[in-house]
């Protein structure tokens, strides 16, 4: 539904986005992560139609972004990072406008929205906190109740009420099957929402996520400790996939129907210590652009 395919923007001396690659399939939900100036809004921007490619293409629903944004967006929802509404207008003249400009004439999807996250609409726009701001456009972006979302970092300047709220949006657009690309910072709302992830560093993607690894659902890794390396030199030999991460500690990957077969396996150990070490998304990310270091397959 939304292809991206070796797509390059370079903005000269390391900056832009140098050949990204990622498709999302009809009703998937893909997380894009990544740490400032990584290259999510550049990315995103050709998706909106905004800039040229340098090199590679952008299509949404079989149509390019850059020759055919018009038909492009009687698809998309898009919530842009930093919104910038005309200060001159109430919220309510705002929502007419933009209801007028975009044709839509039933408001049964902007009503429940609105009441959703409990906009007040009325005021001026120029009276309105960051936040009110924020909701607005967020009704207003997605009023059409369109297939498909793009949204960059979205919950930036909510509230954390609102932010359960939004996360609960897009929960219940999920199911009823948007395609939705999420840009964001925030672990749970990533963590709630989405099928795959994508990790962006300096406009490379370097890592990609499966949702069924955040979940531990294929498999899991157990930490055993021992006293001495005899101990330790034995469990070695009983299991395929383990490493050393510390002086007497053995990390094993398990699958998850051979759980119980581990288990029984330990029974005939000298193990004083057993801890699972979950995925933990937010430290995984953490790590990653903290140090140079090249991650390995999850
Ligand atoms: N029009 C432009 N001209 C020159 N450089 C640009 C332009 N737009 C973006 N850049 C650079 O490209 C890189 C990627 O920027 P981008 O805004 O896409 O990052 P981002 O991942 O969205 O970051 P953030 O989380 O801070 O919004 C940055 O180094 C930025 O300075």
Do not use: W
Not at 254 to 271: G, H, N, W
């Amino acid at each position: 539904m939304l292809k991206v395919e070796h797509l390059t923007k370079d903005f000269g001396h390391g900056r832009g986005i140098f050949d990204v690659n990622f498709e999302i399939n009809k009703g998937e939900v893909l997380g894009f992560l990544g740490p400032n100036g990584a290259g999510k809004s550049t990315t995103i921007r050709h998706l909106m139609g905004f800039t040229k490619p340098g090199q590679g293409k952008v299509e949404i629903n079989g149509f390019d972004c850059t020759n055919k944004p018009q038909e492009v967006m009687k698809y998309v929802g898009y919530l842009p990072g930093e919104v910038a509404l005309p200060d001159d207008m109430t919220g309510g003249q705002f929502i007419k406008m933009m209801k007028a400009m975009r044709h839509i004439k039933d408001d049964r999807y902007l009503n429940h929205l609105i009441e959703l996250f409990d906009l007040d609409y009325q005021g001026s726009m120029k009276k309105m906190s960051l936040g009110e701001k924020r909701k607005l456009a967020v009704v207003v972006a997605f009023m059409a109740d369109p297939e498909i979302l793009i949204l960059d970092e979205p919950t930036s300047g909510l509230d954390p009420v609102m932010q359960e709220k939004f996360i609960e949006f897009m929960v219940e657009e999920k199911r009823r099957g948007k395609t939705i690309l999420l840009s964001s910072h925030i672990f749970p709302e990533v963590e709630a929402t989405c099928d795959r992830i994508n990790i962006i560093k300096e406009g490379r993607i370097v890592a990609e996520v499966d949702a069924a690894d955040l979940k531990n659902e294929r498999q899991k890794n157990f930490q055993l400790g021992f006293t001495n390396p005899s101990n330790l030199a034995q469990a070695m030999s009983v299991f395929d996939n383990k490493k050393i991460v510390q002086p007497l500690v053995l990390e094993v990957t398990v699958a998850k129907e051979r759980i119980s077969d581990f288990f029984k396996q330990l029974a005939d150990l000298k193990v004083i210590a057993i801890n699972e070490r979950r995925f933990n998304l937010e430290k995984y990310f953490l790590d990653f652009y903290r140090s140079d270091k090249v991650f390995e397959e999850i």
